[in-house]
């Protein structure tokens, strides 16, 4: 032990020695935490926790590991041990209360984690309560008292649920006790702020953790002496907390919301009427809140006035919460409330983002208050004056920085997201009380203000705030409205100067108002114009794409008359050097407005699309194979797979394929109507011969082959049903593509074609004989679990086709049995360890949907054969098979006990409640087998997690997949039983699936 020990102090020295390298830091840092897990650990933190005259990162280290110990292998530990252990950190905490604070503070924590955990110790808080609670003792109790209740809500990954939740209501029947404890630690702290910190910062946490009753707020006078503390420097920050939080307790809030929030936090739950007691002894504190703190808004203002930056953004966090908490008394409009808002409209004000976005939550909060209030009409006039204040005071911060321009991009995307998510959403609440029409016509005075200041001064700042603040209210426009100001408004927009980032708003507007300019199409053609005279700056080329987009959308009857026009800037448009989403935008309000022309002009509109597309794409396809390098490819392992050839062109020409390839696919993905699909389809039947040309010439590119596939995928979308002529040369073409491509694109394609022709005659068995194909070829590529590993795409959508064929045809799939169901959940079985999220969710979603097809359509006595099937040798372990069900949910328990992450669980639950649902003796059989043959944890230590879940198992309400039920309780607390056992990998048991 002694060797082991100067091993540690060593690494500590290294560790914390400035003169070593980053590299001896790291390897001290890992063998530091490689020691944390050994038994040895537990008697060498207590030797460093006795070291004297030590630099404190020393001892600091062994209270860190002593309650990292107990939290994780607190199993480890006798009861006699766990006794020695309590005394021992009791000592600590008195040895070292007077400080380092960071080192008691650890050590209470790791004594609030014992006191939580140990059986023989029954009432740990009194216990702790009567035996320190003395004077000599006053900051470790304190200290003790604060990392309790902390303690008990944060430890929840390694702590029982039902444990934590007996141990707060022990807490809460202690909160009387615990008050006059804090009450008479104050009364002896004298001037000592340190003592009155660690008195506050106790009183915090129980307020945060704790259902403290509101009459023992209510009589505790260090409450009234928390609002009295705010004057005192050294105690400010921590008060502000106290306060938030007894606002937060007191405010008004809908009781089963209350419940549910409770619940969550591990608090005590209460039913609803005895919630609704509860509501009205806390709103006693109401009246004492708002009475403390308003004369404190006149302390807001002498904060601003010199500059207290700390003062008044603590000041204008606590008015935020009170006005948000406080929302049903402030909307009734008495003095009080409208002194609330004077004070918060002057937090507003404030010219920090970081503090005067506090506030915004308030304001958007009362807006929605008062519209959906029953007396609105009366209760809206004596606010409007602060939200007409608030909209000019908003429009000031929307204004952009000097020399913004030659900011960093960083920087500005700071600013822009400022006024994006908080300045203009604010701006709109503002409006919706206001009104907009009061609110366009004082803008408009604004922007001719603005314009003729530019004229003089070149300060272009002000006329683009002005016009950004048009922007953020277009959506609050009633399109019916006749709105005389907002022609003029318009006016100005299209002759703003020539300043990029002036152009750049207006241009958005122009877009933003498209759908008023569609019952007012009078401006239509200028804005239009303006919009698209903006494409060649290439600063301001994506806004004008984004409104062309916008107008095309909001205006789509109206554009069809300019139809000519639109051509010719889409085709301009391909000749312009336009990023790829701008191309994107200009595309599809061109199709969108094409949806909309009769069945004979849309063909025709159509081809005229898809022609430069068409022909840039058949070059490529043509083109005699050169030697150029070919394209990077991805590595493939697949076993006994050649890698498919190489691209006939250099990645350039494949990376211009592949764009064309896009711009292909959002034509056919906006162009969308039920009328107009027999001539989507004409237009596809003419290219899908080059498209499969492309598909076998560039199998070897995977850029190619994926965006090939996805304009194929967007057509069948399209087409519908009307593309069924195709159905089986697209499924050969996708079968083929898979096994030379070695590519998921291709099965997207084919879930595409299930999803639309499900419903025709006689597909089912073509899809079905698809499928098999398909399977055949995955199970040959992927044969080891370190193929599931690598490729996961590949998987995550097959099994994503499987479960859509399950669900179009689950009787015609489950009567296929031995032929596709077995080999399909036998090598699904292989993959339940991929560490890819969307891969495990197709891979458990598959297994789900297959039970739930079962109970659908009554196929249990096939669901038997097929589960007991054991005809075979488990190809993962050797060893002879045992049943199907029994290695599928074994593989559904390696999952939770650590082949997943913690997200797979909800997934586990819905594959144990189909398998029940569909045949539950069969279900219960299968899991106490494979219960009884699953071992993790040494000497049958997961035995209870076992029991506990079989149990839950056979509940009545286990089949209920909603919510946290007792099945998922169960499936948590095995988790945690496995995890957390010290073994980093789970082991399988005989039968079941290894883990490669």
């Known amino acids: 032990m002694a060797a082991a020990l100067q091993q540690v102090l060593e690494a500590l020295g290294v560790l914390y020695d400035d003169k070593q390298t980053a590299a ?70 008195l040895t070292h209360q007077a400080g380092p604070s960071w080192v008691l503070d650890r050590i209470c924590s790791a004594i609030s984690a014992l ?121 400010f920050v921590t008060v502000v907390d106290v306060i938030c939080e007894l606002i937060n307790i007191s405010k008004f809030v809908n009781p089963q919301k209350l419940r549910e929030q409770n619940k969550k936090a591990g608090k005590i739950c209460f039913n609803t009427s005895k919630l609704n007691d509860e509501m009205k002894q806390y709103s006693q504190l109401v009246p004492l809140v708002i009475s403390k703190l308003l004369p404190f808004g006149a302390k807001y203002t002498q904060a601003v006035q010199t500059d207290d930056w700390e003062v008044s953004s603590k000041l204008c966090r606590i008015f935020s919460d009170l006005g948000e908490a406080y929302m049903p008394f402030v909307e009734q409009g008495s003095a009080e409330a409208m002194s609330i808002c004077n004070t918060l409209f002057e937090c507003a004000a404030h010219p920090d983002p970081e503090v005067n976005t506090m506030t915004f939550n308030f304001w958007a909060s009362l807006a929605q208050a008062l519209l959906t209030s029953t007396d609105k009409e009366q209760k809206i006039p004596p606010f409007t004056p602060y939200f007409l204040k608030l909209q000019a005071v908003l429009l000031t911060h929307m204004m952009l920085p000097d020399k913004f321009e030659t900011w960093k991009e960083d920087h500005q995307e700071e600013i822009k997201n400022y006024r994006r998510y908080n300045l203009a959403d604010t701006f709109r609440a503002a409006t919706s009380i206001v009104g907009i029409e009061v609110t366009l016509t004082s803008l408009y005075d604004n922007l001719s203000r603005a314009a003729a200041n530019y004229q003089q001064s070149n300060d272009w700042r002000p006329l683009e705030c002005t016009l950004y603040a048009v922007r953020s209210v277009a959506r609050a426009v009633d399109c019916t409205l006749d709105l005389p100001v907002l022609p003029k408004i318009l006016d100005v927009v299209m002759a703003v100067p020539h300043v990029n980032l002036v152009e750049y708003t207006a241009v958005l507007i122009a877009g933003r108002y498209a759908d008023w300019l569609r019952t007012h199409p009078t401006l239509l053609p200028q804005l239009l114009n303006f919009a698209i005279s903006k494409l060649e700056n290439a600063e301001v080329a994506s806004a004008a794409a984004l409104s062309f987009r916008n107008l095309c959308d909001g205006c789509s009857a109206t554009m069809r008359q300019y139809q000519e026009p639109l051509f010719q800037v889409y085709d301009r448009s391909n000749k312009l050097n336009l990023d790829f989403l701008d191309h994107a935008e200009i595309i599809t309000g061109l199709s969108i407005v094409i949806s909309g022309l009769p069945a004979e002009s849309l063909q025709p509109a159509l081809e005229r699309m898809c022609l430069p597309l068409v022909e840039q794409i058949h070059h490529w396809a043509t083109a005699a194979p050169q030697q150029q390098q070919a394209e990077q490819q ?198 339940l360890s991929i560490q890819e999220r969307e891969a495990s969710k197709a891979l458990l979603g598959f297994h789900t949907d297959v039970f739930r097809a079962v109970k659908e359509t009554g196929m249990q006595d096939d669901l038997e054969r097929t589960l007991r099937s054991a005809d075979a040798v488990d190809p993962t372990t050797g060893m002879v098979a045992v049943p199907l069900g029994v290695m599928l949910v074994q593989g559904w328990l390696l999952c939770v006990a650590g082949w997943q992450p913690y997200g797979c669980i909800p997934l586990v639950r819905d594959a144990l409640s189909s398998a029940l649902a569909a045949a539950p003796s069969l279900a219960l059989e299968l899991s106490a087998s494979a219960l009884a043959g699953f071992s993790l944890l040494p000497n049958e230590a997961d035995a209870p997690a076992k029991t506990v879940l079989l149990q839950a198992l056979r509940a009545p309400d286990a089949m209920a997949n909603a919510g946290r039920g007792p099945l998922l309780r169960a499936l948590e607390d095995f988790c945690r039983a496995c995890r957390h056992s010290g073994s980093s990998t789970p082991e399988s048991s005989a039968g079941s699936p290894s883990p490669q």
Request: charged share 20%; aromatic share 8%.
């Open 115 to 235: 006191a939580l955990r140990t059986e023989s110790w029954p009432d740990p808080t009194r216990d702790l309560l009567h035996t320190y609670g003395r004077q000599e003792t006053m900051i470790a109790c304190l200290t003790l008292l604060t990392m309790l209740p902390e303690e008990c809500s944060r430890d929840r990954d390694y702590l029982d649920q039902d444990r934590r939740t007996a141990f707060m209501v022990k807490l809460s029947t202690l909160a009387p006790e615990v008050m006059q404890v804090t009450y008479v630690s104050m009364t002896h702290s004298g001037s000592d702020a340190n003592i009155q910190n660690t008195v506050f910062q106790c009183l915090l946490s129980w307020l945060k953790c704790v259902k403290i009753p509101a009459a023992v707020l209510l009589s505790n006078p260090l409450v009234l002496a928390s609002f009295d503390a705010l004057q005192s420097p050294q105690l």
């Open 24 to 93: 001896n830091q790291q390897m001290a840092n890992t063998w530091l935490n490689t020691f944390m897990r050994t038994p040895e650990a537990w008697q060498a933190s207590d030797q460093l926790l006795r070291m004297q005259n030590v630099v404190p990162n020393i001892t600091y280290f062994g209270a860190l590991t002593l309650y990292t110990k107990i939290r994780k292998d607190f199993k480890d530990l006798t009861p006699q041990a766990q006794i020695q252990l309590r005394d021992s950190l009791l000592q600590h905490m």
């Open 634 to 831: 991805k590595e493939r392992r697949f076993a006994a797979q050649p890698p498919p050839p190489p691209p006939p062109q250099g990645p350039e020409a494949c990376a211009a394929l592949g764009t064309a390839l896009k711009k292909l696919s959002i034509i056919f993905r906006r162009v969308a109507a039920d009328e107009i699909k027999a001539s989507c389809y004409a237009v596809f039947e003419k290219i899908w011969p080059m498209l499969d040309q492309v598909i076998q010439q560039y199998i070897g590119s995977e850029l190619v082959l994926k965006k090939a596939c996805c304009a194929v995928r967007e057509a069948v979308i399209t087409c519908g049903a009307a593309a069924l002529p195709l159905l089986v040369p697209l499924l050969q073409r996708c079968c083929w593509a898979v096994a030379a491509g070695q590519h998921h694109a291709p099965l997207r394609v084919v879930s595409s074609l299930v999803r639309a022709f499900h419903g025709e005659r006689n597909t089912a068995s073509v899809f079905l004989g698809a499928l098999s194909e398909l399977a055949k070829t995955a199970t040959g590529l992927v044969r080891r679990s370190e193929d599931f590993a690598l490729h996961p795409a590949l998987v995550r959508h097959f099994f994503v086709l499987c479960q859509r064929c399950v669900f179009e045809f689950p009787t015609l799939f489950l009567k296929s049995g031995p032929a596709l169901i077995v080999p399909l959940l036998r090598w699904s079985l292989l993959g």
